[in-house]
């Protein structure tokens, strides 16, 4: 019996990993989240996804893995390394040649973003789109950028970093070291820091006592933003403004045809990116206004980055 | 006798034009600096280049016009029009049409600044780059970019406004309407804003007063800065230190391995660029600073543009 190839795209994140195995370019046929445990070292999740992937292949023995590509935080297309990942202990791996020992077969990495970007751009919404940004917004905030129909890696496969974007000269102090990135304004650690803002101003506010605590529940702002809480709403309020700020500095240099929003926190979805939309409109030059779309991602949460990740194989 | 191919290259100004023919792909055989006349309607500069051209030919009956390549303000490969260029009252011009009409050969067309960047990747200082952008310091502040060895022109035509990338939300009122633009700090206009500032705070400052005037005169800055007046090292030094922020957001976008800096205002060169590389590097994630050059162009003023407009044809 011929065996049919299939690939198997990883996305790595700080809190979870999940994988699935990719076949006819379209398809993910299998998929699994197991915890990333990024306080171990990383033999340890790499061993569950070698005893994951070879039962996977013992109940489908009419395949046969062709690739492995894999989506994850600071990986580095040029040099296959995964380089001092934020919120993992791991220093710098050679995921590449780790991945080779294991599994043998062709293995290529880039980081999460341009992962889910490559997803957005062979499986999702930016099908037919060559010029556009893809946004993560999760902890932090990713982004991977296709200009002309190619993801931008720069002179040292870093381009993309638009989470560490100056938008406020002296602002927030940010995790990177640096003050006033994006990222310190809008990601679920921005917004946990903006409600830290507003909590120092009113602190006897009942609101930003309940929604404050160690990881910000997203889906509680949501609600809370629907029903007409003036407190949620200027929460969101003032994150679009920011992010809209870091929008237009991006569209001013690569004007792109739309920005794709993708991630847990890109679930507040229009609450957010009405106020951004405004803001990155009134930091455009009149030309491009009204002219770039911010959109939703369409693919299943997970998915984005198993399809990107697979498509570094389908796509070479 | 077969004549051999030549290419018109043309750089529009806001004040002059230069052109040029570039035969064998490294040699301006002939250039020529004319007046823009950017009040009156553009046909009277076409008719001028015109009558230029025609002249060449009969003095150079062996070559024959192969193609037009133009860079001018708020060109647009794509649309083949100069769109609405500042400091020109033409507002919109099918430049493609109306060359194509005088001369009836291939013409194309891209902004200045990306004419410049084009000119440097093919016969300057980038010729070994490919990832690295071009910075055009004059009245204004144009950027052209190349990523993985391509110009970026974005969606629409319109990559690479860097000069409008706002770098201070609610800061200065640029030309262009909005507040805030990297070239309402820097660029002549720019360093004329903050002479202005400064004389608002000491307006008996004799030097601020010999100095700010209706076009601010380079040299004479550069004169002070070298011979230790405070003054224009503080001048220097806010522009550097405006301009570095400027670089941090792009390089944090677009990693790229050097910026170039050409155009009649980066004649003050380390002056400027060594406070420029100090604000960049605070503002760049770490990974990334002290990897990142700052450089002059290495062509003389004038050619990059000229070079840089025959090469869309030469390398089309």
Redesign the interface.
């Known amino acids: 019996m011929k065996k049919r190839s299939t690939v198997l795209g990883i996305d790595i994140g700080g809190t979870n990993t999940v994988y699935g195995f990719v076949n006819n370019e379209t398809e993910v046929c299998f998929s699994e989240q197991i915890p990333t445990h990024g306080s171990l070292p990383i033999s340890d999740l790499l061993d569950r996804l070698q005893s994951g992937v070879a039962k996977f292949f013992d109940q489908n023995p009419h395949l046969e893995l062709d690739g492995i590509g894999i989506g994850a935080p600071n990986g580095n297309y040029y040099t296959g390394m995964i ?2 990942p934020p919120n993992l202990s791991w220093g710098n791996v050679n995921i590449i040649s780790e991945m080779n020992k294991r599994f043998g077969c062709k293995v290529k990495i880039t980081n999460d973003a341009n992962a889910a970007a490559l997803g957005e751009k062979h499986y999702g919404i930016a099908k037919n789109m ?2 556009f940004i893809v946004i993560t917004l999760g902890t932090g905030l990713g ?1 991977g ?1 296709f ?2 129909g ?1 993801l ?11 989470g ?6 002296g602002g927030r102090l940010c995790n ?3 003050r006033g ?1 994006l990222e310190s304004y809008v990601s679920a650690s921005g917004i946990r820091n903006t409600i830290r803002e507003f909590l120092n101003q009113d602190p006897k506010n009942e609101f930003l006592i309940d929604v404050y605590g160690e990881k910000i529940d997203g889906g509680m702002l949501d609600d809370a933003f629907d029903s007409g809480n003036q407190i949620a709403r200027k929460i969101y309020e003032y994150t679009g403004e920011k992010l809209g ?1 870091g929008l ?3 569209a ?6 739309a920005f794709i929003f993708y991630g847990g926190f890109s679930n507040a979805g229009d609450r957010i990116l009405k106020f951004a939309k405004e803001s990155m409109n ?7 206004s009204e ?1 770039i779309r911010l959109l939703p991602s369409g693919l299943p949460q997970g998915k984005a980055g198993i399809l990107g990740a697979a498509s570094l194989i389908l796509f070479d």
């Open positions: 380089q001092n060559n010029d982004s950028i200009s002309s190619r931008l890696y720069g002179h040292d496969g870093f381009a993309g970093e638009m560490h974007m100056p938008i406020k000269y990177c070291g640096n990135c700020q237009a500095q991006a001013t240099l690569l004007s792109p045809e009134q930091n455009l030059i009149n030309d491009h002219r």
